[in-house]
């Protein structure tokens, strides 16, 4: 069962940053948390994911808590091609990881 | 690189008729393995998973099986579908829980 909370929906503006939040509350020492975007009719896309740390790639930005009970991935200038379904996943060293419901991003142009 | 390969891309089967679909990733050894199903409008649910060839872990009793013949190979069956076995299936691969996990592009299924 996924160990996630989001947002259903969110909407934005072109060109402005993005928070999407997501809690997790029961994550244990070792769970990473992973961010994946799916476009329709497709699959899940690997954004970027983290353990403790703040993490930055080409994609977003990770902000994880300091309690690591809750993580926001930041979009810094959202595009059209933005629009998507992200979901927050912990995968733990048992490999299996399960998906909640996401959050569907609404860029608006 | 690494790729993983899913097909068909779409299928549409009848009631009662037996299903195959392969998943094969290439560039890497001893992935762990999962089948996905999503329905219309609904997130993604965990069939399947593998660690190892002959390693098969079910997350949902159902109509469906999987196996893994070869390393890189992980095959999703069915020997009668049924109407609710329509959905989108994904097939994915994942070196461990601290990598990020590749996706296939999907095939979408429905039983008519």
């Known amino acids: 069962d996924a160990k996630t909370t989001q947002p259903n929906s969110m909407e934005s503006n072109e060109e402005e940053p993005v928070h999407l939040p997501c809690n997790h509350s029961t994550i244990s020492g070792t769970d990473y948390i992973h961010w994946y975007r799916q476009l329709p009719s497709q699959g899940p896309e690997y954004v970027i994911h983290g353990l403790t740390s703040n993490v930055n790639n080409r994609m977003a930005s990770l902000a994880i808590a300091e309690d690591r009970k809750s993580s926001t991935l930041i979009l810094h200038r959202a595009t059209l091609r933005d629009a998507a379904v992200y979901y927050c996943i912990l995968r733990d060293v048992s490999n299996q990881f399960y998906f909640g419901t996401g959050t569907s991003l609404t860029v608006i142009p | 690189s690494q790729t993983i390969h899913q097909w068909p891309a779409t299928l549409v089967q009848p009631v009662g008729s037996p299903l195959s679909l392969e998943c094969t990733v290439e560039g890497t050894s001893n992935p762990n393995l999962y089948w996905y199903r999503q329905a219309a409008g609904r997130g993604l649910q965990l069939l399947f998973y593998?660690?190892?060839?002959?390693?098969i872990s079910s997350e949902v009793p159902q109509n469906l099986s999987a196996s893994r013949p070869q390393d890189r190979q992980f095959i999703l069956s069915s020997k009668k579908l049924l109407l609710s076995d329509s959905g989108f299936y994904l097939c994915a691969w994942t070196r461990g829980w601290d990598t990020e996990a590749f996706f296939g592009q999907g095939t979408r299924l429905t039983v008519v």
């Open positions: 593998s660690v190892g060839i002959g390693q």
